[in-house]
């Protein structure tokens, strides 16, 4: 309804900030219970793991002001400055993490090491580009230089996995040392239990928490903030109590000053604490990583007016405790809490640290999926958890596995300041890693100056160096977990990424040659029957050589073929209307086709029974359109038709499609649906099935037109005979063997590692949800 007399107009504006302000408040509201679950318990244990070790010979006052100084400057530059006001706004099209940084550099730098990439993808709109070339000038060198060197793209590939590995290690950490963390409290009471009993209830807690899993973090996000909220709140007031009943000069602590004297005091005993300290600031990475359910707006809004002042009290008001209670380090947070309130807080202690936990156990599956994108993980089953919040996802391996890890943590060490010290390397190590990135991303995506780029680096490396080192001292003391769990993931992720890298370069190296196809005829020299042949390869242009078996094979071949490659593009999502790219293998009476699919990093392949019907609608158009643009005809025996491709509108095949053209060197041309009036006319008659089975049946009609060109008429005529005909999927059953005269390793890593690992995951047919009773496959050997 039209606003009446511009009084609507002059308020919209106001009305729409209202209603920003309304949503980005309602996010907030929500990321307490997933965002910052594990960074507001930390105060569990953190200063009884910074007082134990060597520090127990400096449990005095000017070491409790001290640490507290210490957390506080720490909280105030790694989280706020940093995290807030710094990293936050290195967003890739609103989502967060290492490998949104990743994907940033990527598409700013040739970096990428994804095989199959092509000049189409840059023209995604999702696809987003830096300043002018002009502005780059001060980055052009580097760029050039990472770009030339192999090597160093590979190992900017392995520092973001290991930052996975080391998130997905804090995933199995978190859970441990929270849930343990928050049980222990009851040895402050009377009524203590034994280590036995008290272990047992933890792992009761574990199981459960890793069983309701499948159920997604959607259906109790209302109820997490809740919890969250009103644990910031017991422990903003009883830091504020202890502040004002043991020690109010704590305040004076806020001063850099006695970290020097921390120092001063305690030496090298003090610089060890540090691997304790940090326990302040983990899960300050799921504030990036979780970007992409809410806002950065939102984020910053929870963190700088209610987390960060609710945690600076409560450390304030536990260093208040501890500096006229000497002897309660440790369990210093259960000890600080007055009587009457100890059982209703242990409560919400309980329960904030399984939400701190459910966070991470989430960002960890968006790990797995988002290395997966990359080639660089198992293929494994991926359930959507949420038609509404899209990204919450659930991996059943990995939870189970997850659990198990945690459950053995849990058990081996039963002790929270063992977990601690492995928890806290975990994290800085993740810190560390993106500092890195996001000094990159300074240089090739913001083009900021070089020693801007460097003061970032030098400044917060010198910081979290620090800690690192400290960490890294912890290793025989549980340290060693996280690099342990590292490695493991990492020979994982390197073995399946080099094994499905040097299975692409075989195809790429030993394809058909065109020549050998088109010499074939159209018949393909077999009996060309009706039907349409998906033939599934990773190639982008050319003939896959297992085509050659396909022909030799098989005594008769589909009347219509389509070469369909999925492939991931280094973007977190992917319009529908931008994901079919259609073209030509070969001239048109040939009847071969190429569709590629492209997916975002984030994307989630969903099997909604409709790609059958998708696919015919888009190679429809792209045969109407290539009648009507002059640049996509050809003549009959050019084989240079391969390499054409249009992008085409797929968001409903029921409506008339809008595409935008791509030529060979991938230039965007605008096309209308106006164009193709036949296009528009060509109608879909759909008949539902029984509602068992989602998939529909989609019956084309051609509508009489007399002025259209009788080839295309003839040649959307057999496609439509085709469809009706049926669908078949082709693929190869490869066995990936490595040559004869391979060495030892490669032998090693292919025969035994990428085997294994293919014959235990699942397969590609399941992976592209390919029904089972349409499916061709043809066993081939590659030998790489």
């Not at 063992?418 to 240089?443: D, E, H, W």
């Not at 070089?450 to 003391?477: C, D, H, N, R």
């Not at 935008?660 to 209308?672: A, H, I, L, R």
């Amino acid at each position: 309804m039209e606003p009446e007399s511009g009084i609507g107009s002059s308020t919209s504006p106001c009305q729409f900030s209202l209603v920003t302000l309304s949503r980005n408040l309602l996010l907030a509201y929500q990321s307490f219970g997933v965002v910052y679950g594990d960074l507001s318990t930390s105060p569990l244990y953190v200063y009884s793991s910074a007082f134990s070790g060597k520090l127990r010979n400096h449990h005095n006052q000017e070491a409790v002001y001290g640490a507290f100084s210490l957390i506080f400057w720490t909280l105030t530059f790694v989280p706020l400055i940093k995290y807030v006001i710094i990293v936050m706004s290195a967003d890739d099209s609103g989502e967060g993490g290492t490998f949104a940084l990743y994907s940033l550099l990527c598409r700013h730098a040739k970096l990428s090491l994804l095989p199959n990439q092509q000049a189409a993808d840059e023209e995604l709109s999702s696809y987003r580009y830096g300043p002018s070339s002009a502005q780059a000038a001060s980055s052009s060198a580097l760029r050039r230089f990472l770009e030339k060197h192999k090597r160093l793209r590979t190992a900017l590939l392995l520092v973001v996995l290991f930052g996975a590995c080391m998130l997905i290690g804090d995933g199995v950490l978190t859970s441990a040392i929270s849930v343990l963390s928050s049980v222990s409290g009851i040895q402050s009471t009377e009524s203590k239990l034994t280590n036995a009993e008290l272990l047992l209830l933890a792992c009761i807690i574990l199981v459960g928490l890793f069983a309701l899993q499948h159920c997604g973090t959607h259906r109790v996000a209302f109820m997490f903030a809740p919890i969250v909220i009103i644990w910031l709140l017991f422990i903003f007031s009883i830091g504020l109590y202890n502040i004002i009943y043991w020690n109010p000069k704590i305040v004076y602590a806020l001063s850099p000053h006695y970290i020097v004297k921390f120092f001063r005091e305690t030496g090298k005993d003090g610089w060890l604490s540090l691997g304790g300290i940090l326990l302040s600031i983990t899960g300050t990475e799921a504030m990036f990583a979780d970007l992409g359910h809410f806002t950065a707006l939102s984020i910053r809004l929870a963190f700088v007016f209610v987390i960060y002042p609710c945690l600076v009290v409560q450390y304030m008001g536990q260093a208040a405790f501890l500096s006229m209670n000497l002897d309660s380090f440790s369990n210093s947070f259960y000890a600080s809490i007055p009587e009457p309130f100890f059982w209703p807080v242990f409560v919400v202690a309980t329960l904030a640290a399984i939400v701190g936990s459910q966070a991470v156990i989430t960002a960890t599956f968006s790990i797995v999926k988002q290395c997966h994108a990359l080639g660089c993980f198992p293929r494994v089953k991926v359930v959507h958890t949420s038609k509404h919040i899209y990204g919450q996802i659930y991996i059943p391996e990995i939870n189970w596995i997850l659990m198990v890890l945690t459950l053995a943590v849990t058990i081996g060490f039963q002790d929270t300041t063992l977990i601690g010290n492995a928890y806290g390397l975990a994290c800085m190590t993740v810190m560390f890693i993106t500092t890195f990135l996001m000094g990159l991303v300074i240089v090739f995506v913001w083009q900021r100056n070089f020693f801007l780029a460097t003061f970032f680096l030098l400044f917060f490396w010198l910081i979290e160096g620090t800690y690192l080192s400290a960490a890294l001292m912890k290793v025989p003391q549980g340290g060693w977990l996280p690099l342990a769990l590292s490695v493991i993931f990492m020979l994982i992720m390197y073995i399946w990424h080099y094994g499905t890298r040097r299975k692409y370069n075989y195809d790429l190296h030993n394809k058909v040659s065109l020549k050998w196809v088109l010499g074939l005829g159209p018949s393909l020299g077999i009996v060309r029957v009706p039907g349409i042949g998906l033939i599934y390869s990773e190639l982008t242009t050319g003939v896959p050589s297992i085509f050659s078996h396909f022909v030799t094979n098989l005594p008769a071949f589909h009347k219509v073929l389509v070469f369909v490659c999925v492939k991931s593009v280094p973007v977190p999502y992917v319009s529908p209307d931008e994901r079919f790219l259609i073209g030509r293998v070969c001239p048109r009476p040939y009847r071969m086709y190429r569709c590629i699919v492209r997916y975002g990093y984030k994307d989630i392949q969903r099997d909604d029974g409709d790609f059958e019907n998708l696919l015919v609608q888009s190679v429809a158009e792209f045969i109407q359109m290539e009648a009507v643009e002059p640049h996509y005809s050809s003549s009959e025996t050019s084989p240079s038709v391969d390499g054409r491709m249009a992008v085409i509108s797929t968001r409903d095949i029921r409506s008339s499609m809008t595409l935008t053209v791509t030529e060979q060197d991938f230039v965007s041309v605008s096309g209308s649906s106006s164009k193709s009036i036949t296009l528009q006319s060509l109608r879909s008659m759909y008949e539902d099935d029984t509602p068992s089975i989602r998939r529909r049946q989609v019956r084309f009609q051609l509508p009489p037109n007399p002025r259209m060109d009788p080839v295309v008429r003839e040649e959307l005529m057999d496609l439509i005979r085709a469809k009706e005909a049926g669908v078949a999927y082709i693929m190869g059953h490869s066995y990936v063997k490595a040559r004869r005269n391979s060495s030892f390793i490669k032998k090693l890593a292919i025969d035994i590692g990428y085997s294994f690992l293919r014959k235990n995951c699942r397969g590609p047919s399941v992976a592209l949800n390919i029904p089972h009773i349409s499916l061709i496959e043809v066993g081939m050997i590659y030998y790489v």
